[in-house]
């Protein structure tokens, strides 16, 4: 589970020497806010982040603050636009969710954040939000626990371990500290991910379905095989994960 930064309109341009600099320092993946906000804030700078990153070798994702009195589906195209140069390079958008302006309420935040995940198209959406502010402003909904969610929870521990909240009981990223400097590059956030296991193999899935009818011990498989906890998917259908582990993964 490696080390990942996100930045922002806050941490300014990165030049490809910087680019270089977190990668040697242990970054492997950047997430890149594609905001271009009027004064008085930072002017936005993603189009000097990406390549910088991606040319370090740094994998890169994005990710798109949905301020709730604007349109979502406005918000998300245009970020898709801002990513669009090296969209094939970019692993996923995270629909960022901690606004609290707007004036909508809980039915009207829900249905935003879902007319901007279904925005996202083809490319691969993710939640970003923290416990505090799900359970008060999104009325606790487990509405989107079938995306992927990274968690803002600054508790300084480089892992993925987070409050259940949404119908989430893991976070696929956590953001665990702010405000770093790495490589000479300022106003970072630190993360930490979990790794996608390695495919499996033709013969590892018949092992693992085996298990699931005869009831096999663990000891006579290559693998182990549990059902995981169950989750609620837009339909409102539950959704029973089969998780499978190699041994030595």
């Given at each position: 589970m490696?080390l990942?930064?996100d930045?922002?309109?806050?941490?300014?341009p990165?030049?490809?020497?910087?680019?270089r600099?977190?990668?040697?320092?242990?970054?492997q993946?950047?997430v890149?806010?594609?905001q271009?906000?009027g004064?008085?804030?930072?002017?936005g700078?993603?189009h000097?982040?990406?390549?910088?990153?991606?040319?370090?070798?740094?994998?890169?994702?994005a990710?798109v603050?949905l301020?709730f009195a604007h349109?979502?589906?406005?918000?998300?195209?245009?970020?898709?636009?801002v990513?669009g140069?090296?969209?094939d390079?970019i692993?996923?958008?995270w629909?960022?969710v901690?606004?609290?302006?707007?004036g909508?309420?809980?039915?009207g935040r829900?249905?935003?954040?879902a007319?901007?995940?279904?925005?996202?198209g083809?490319?691969?959406?993710g939640?970003?939000?923290?416990?505090?502010?799900?359970?008060?402003?999104?009325?606790?909904?487990?509405a989107?626990?079938?995306l992927?969610?990274?968690?803002?929870?600054?508790?300084?521990?480089?892992?993925?371990?987070v409050?259940p909240?949404?119908?989430?009981?893991?976070?696929?990223?956590?953001?665990?500290?702010?405000?770093?400097?790495i490589g000479?590059?300022?106003?970072?956030?630190?993360n930490?991910?979990e790794?996608?296991?390695?495919p499996?193999?033709?013969?590892?899935?018949g092992?693992?379905?085996?298990?699931?009818?005869?009831?096999?011990?663990?000891?006579?498989?290559?693998v182990?095989?549990?059902?995981?906890d169950?989750?609620r998917?837009?339909?409102?259908?539950?959704i029973h994960?089969l998780l499978?582990?190699g041994?030595?993964?």
């Open positions: 490696p990942a930064i930045v922002s309109n806050f941490t300014g990165i030049d490809a020497a910087r680019g600099a977190l990668r040697e320092a242990g970054v993946r950047g890149v806010g594609t271009y906000p004064a008085p804030y930072p002017a700078c993603a000097l982040q990406l390549p910088a990153l991606i040319d370090a070798g740094i994998a890169v994702e990710y603050y301020w349109d979502a589906v406005a918000q998300v195209r245009d970020a898709l636009d990513i140069p090296w969209r390079r692993g996923r958008l629909i960022d901690e606004d609290e302006s707007g909508l309420d809980v039915v829900v249905a935003a954040v007319s901007a995940v279904e925005a996202c083809a490319m691969p959406a939640i970003y939000s923290a416990a505090w502010y799900w359970d008060a402003w999104m009325g606790g909904t487990s989107f626990s079938m992927p969610l990274w968690a803002a929870q600054y508790d300084g521990r480089a892992d993925v371990e409050r909240f949404g119908g989430w009981t893991r976070a696929a990223m956590k953001q665990y500290a702010e405000d770093a400097t000479g590059v300022e106003r970072l956030d630190l930490w991910y790794e996608a296991p390695r499996l193999s033709e013969a590892e899935f092992y693992a379905f085996a298990a699931l009818y005869r009831g096999w011990g663990g000891g006579q498989l290559p182990s095989v549990r059902w995981g169950a989750v998917g837009a339909d409102g259908e539950e994960p499978v582990r041994r030595g993964i």
